[in-house]
Each structure stands twice: as C-alpha cells, then as structure tokens.
C-alpha cells in the first residue's frame, strides 16, 4: 500500500455531527463562498496542526479572543528586556502607576461588558499579556477574588505596575482591592466585590 501525500485525500467516511452546528458552519461556508466540505476540512486540518504543536483547542480560542481584545483596546507588543528597563528607569513613578491602573480599569470595564465572566477572562489575559508570567491563579472564595501571578523575570518594579493594572482590571469589573502584596516574582492581592 503507498503512503498518502500530506493533504491527499482517500475514501470518505461518515461522522455524525450535531445539526445545529453543522447549520451555522454551513452559513460561514456560503459566506466565505466555500463548500461545506472545503471548510469543515480545513478547520479539523488546523485542529491537527494545533494538536500537533501541543496546544488545547479551548486555549487557542482564548488566546485569539484576547489577541482581539489586546487589538481592540490598542496594545502593543514590548519585549520582555524593554519592559524591564521602562520599569527600572521609571520605578514608583507615580503618574506610571496611575496610567497602569486607568489601563487596567479600561480593560476591566470592556471585559466586564463583553464576556459572561470576565474574572476568567482576566486570568487567561493575565496569561498571554507581556508579563512572561509562569503562574496566573484567579481563586474565587465567596465575594472574594484571590490573584496569584507569579514570574521568575517579573522585577520589583514590574510587579508593582502589574499589581496596580490588575487593581485597575478588578475595580471596572466591579471589586474594590482587600490587599496584597507585589515583589519581585510575585503578586498577590485579593478583592472584593462591590455594592451595587
């Protein structure tokens, strides 16, 4: 028997698929002006392609959808190494601080607007965001929100500025900062959610 060819196609086979799915893809197909077939094909060959690099599917969706959020809300991209020098040449600059807390706020304030629950959406922001974070953890205990980000190339200063962005992030969702701390590697604050 011959090896097939990447993308070479063989026989056909029958999967059973939910018909309200297959309703929407074939409304994206006819918009896109592809065949069902084409569309479903190469979505399950982007499937493969990201199994292969050793992502979740869920991950990858999250990670698209705060790509756009990033868009949206007009991030840029700053290497770690720059970053780090911002920090260190500006420190406790009050004004920095302030500009990362509004920012955070503004984030806050769309995620809490768009998303069903944006504390998750924070988190998984918190982890594809430029802060090389190792560890981001949102425990939830009643009214109260426990964030764990932890960093082995997080600076003093880069922690403060990430405590008062997710201070920010926290308050336009809806929680007012109970405590914490912010040091080198590691930040760790709770909130807790305000009286509307």
Known sequence: MSQLKKGE????????I????????????????ESMVKYIEDLLAQALRIDRLGFAYKEIADLL????VQRVLGSSFVP???MNRICEMSGQDD??????????????????????????????????M??????VDAR??????????????LSKEGANWLAS???GAMHGIGYRKGGGEAMKGLVLMWFSKMAI
């Open 9 to 16: 196609r063989r026989g056909k086979k029958l999967v059973y």
């Open 18 to 33: 939910s018909e309200g799915l297959l309703d929407e893809v074939a409304a994206i197909s006819k918009q896109r002006g």
């Open 65 to 68: 959808e705060m790509v756009h």
């Open 80 to 82: 770690l190494d720059v």
């Open 95 to 128: 004004g920095m601080m302030r500009e990362w807390y509004e920012s955070g706020r503004v984030y806050g304030i769309y995620i809490r607007d768009k998303y069903g629950d944006p504390i998750r959406i924070l988190e998984t922001m918190l982890r594809v």
């Open 130 to 135: 430029r802060w090389d974070l190792n560890e």
């Open 140 to 153: 939830r205990e009643g009214d109260t929100v426990v964030f764990r980000c932890v960093s082995t190339s």
């Open 165 to 167: 962005f997710l201070e």
